[in-house]
């Protein structure tokens, strides 16, 4: 029997989704795009679900493209980006939840960039990160271009871009790739209990700092000024904004419902 490409639980206002190709890695092929793009409409419909944890199934998160799936050389890989990575990059990136991503081992080429699509990125301390694209001819793509140099700066994203080289979790953190590095053992509970915190959270106020985050990388300070008034307007008629106040009144901690 074939095993599902994409693993989907949910619980207590969690979804995790799990990468389930593991004898490859969990390197994307198109079943296992068409699948999470399923397993993402589910917790768009699901109202109950107020965070997503996204990890790998065995020794590795995401190996990237399985190249012995494609048509090799003179293939539109444009058209492929254009179908699969860029719908799920920008799905993602826009997804009204927050997004944690626990890199439980190798992040190589499109892996990596999927990996720092999250909102919040934990790591095995002996996952690693790869831009392996130059090993195969290729440039960095599903947003790694756009991600790297902002997270990292323009010197450093040119040397992992230009030279592939194996980025270790520890040195991720260091250089603020990624949120914490957390002992193998111990990634499932930590990315458990991290969805379950931001789940209790105001829903909607997490997702105004998500969108307002991503904005301010193109805004000028006047835009931004005005993105966060009207944000701020919008959070200040929420059941969740009566209720942290009244709990902080009444120095009780806040029961908040998503609303």
Known sequence: MTEEPILLAMADGVATITLNRPDKLNAFNDPMHVALR????????????????LTGAGRGFCAG?????????????????????????????????????????????AGASLALAGDIVLAARSASFIQAFCRIGLMPDAGGTWVLPRLVGPARAAGLALLGDVLPAETA??????????????LPQEAAALGGRLASQPTRALAA????????????????????????RDLGWTEDYREGVAAFRERRPARFQGR
């Open 173 to 186: 953190a260091a250089w603020g790739l990624i949120w914490r590095v957390v002992d193998d053992e111990q």
């Open 38 to 53: 399923c397993a993402l409409d589910t917790i768009a419909a699901a109202p109950e679900v107020r965070a997503l944890v």
């Open 209 to 232: 700092i998500k969108q307002a985050l991503q904005a301010s990388w193109a805004h000028t300070l006047d835009q931004q000024l005005d993105l966060e008034r009207d944000l701020q």
């Open 65 to 109: 493209q399985d190249l012995g799936a494609t048509r090799g050389p003179g293939a539109d890989l444009g058209e492929s980006l254009e179908r699969n990575y860029n719908v799920l990059i920008r799905r993602l990136r826009a997804m009204p939840l927050p997004l944690v991503v626990a890199v439980n081992g190798v992040a190589a080429g």
